[in-house]
């Protein structure tokens, strides 16, 4: 079966680093990925990694480790706006491109 | 680029109506789409594999009597919820990923559509 872990909610402050974790088993792996949703809207993509190591695009990173079934985002530099849902989402190998969401993670950001 | 757009945003209806929702990929191909349903503070939950020319592939209890999937271009996918009753209100989204895309092609989503059952 497939399952994905990652903390409920997380508090930061404007300005500082936010490291949310995610675990994960699936059937096959064919990468992770990182989406941002607002509440009442859709998600949208933020990051994939596939290979070990880290992947930084702007002020978002997003980190995976196979062997261990990890994967982190952190984001730099907190805005206000930051403030949302952020989910992980595995594509197995399973064919078909299907992707698994966890529950995803409510970050809220605090002046 | 890579739009999907959704269709209605938000729709209330009796028990008992069916209610169909539309996804469309305005500027890419979609072979395959996805149907998502979201209840509030949940996760997204993967209903069906929407595949064009072909028949859905349905998630485990998921009813495909109940949840009808037609995906009849490679641009539009269509979802219709039969005979609703208040437990079918939800939050559902589409997604759609393009045709062109390798292994890293993220999903793209609509906004989504907004059932109340009454």
């Known amino acids: 079966g497939q399952n994905i872990d990652q903390p409920t909610e997380m508090t930061a402050t404007e300005g500082a680093i936010v490291q949310i974790n995610c675990t994960y088993q699936t059937s096959g792996f064919n990468g992770l990925f990182w989406y941002q949703q607002h509440a009442g809207e859709a998600p949208t993509f933020l990051s994939y990694?596939?290979?070990?190591g880290l992947e930084e695009k702007g002020r978002f990173s997003s980190f995976l480790s196979r062997s261990k079934g990890y994967s982190y985002l952190l984001l730099k530099e907190l805005q206000m706006k930051d403030s949302a849902s952020y989910l992980c989402a595995v594509r197995p190998n399973t064919g078909g491109f299907k992707t698994i969401f966890g529950a995803g993670t409510r970050l809220f950001v605090k002046a | 680029g890579a739009v999907v757009s959704q269709h209605p945003s938000r729709v209330i209806c009796k028990s008992g109506t069916s209610v169909k929702i539309e996804c469309r990929s305005l500027d890419f191909q979609a072979t395959t789409m996805f149907w998502y349903r979201q209840f509030p503070k949940q996760s997204l939950m993967l209903m069906a594999t929407?595949?064009?020319?072909?028949?859905?592939?349905?998630e485990q209890g998921v009813e495909k009597d109940k949840f009808l999937i037609n995906h009849a271009s490679l641009t539009l996918s269509t979802l219709t919820v039969t005979s609703a009753h208040p437990e079918d209100s939800s939050f559902y989204i589409c997604?759609?990923?393009?045709?062109?895309?390798?292994?890293?092609?993220?999903?793209?989503f609509g906004n989504g559509t907004r059932l109340t059952v009454t």
């Open positions: 997604s759609a990923r393009d045709r062109q895309g390798g292994l890293n092609s993220p999903l793209h």
């Open positions: 990694n596939v290979l070990d």
């Open positions: 929407s595949n064009e020319g072909s028949k859905a592939t349905y």
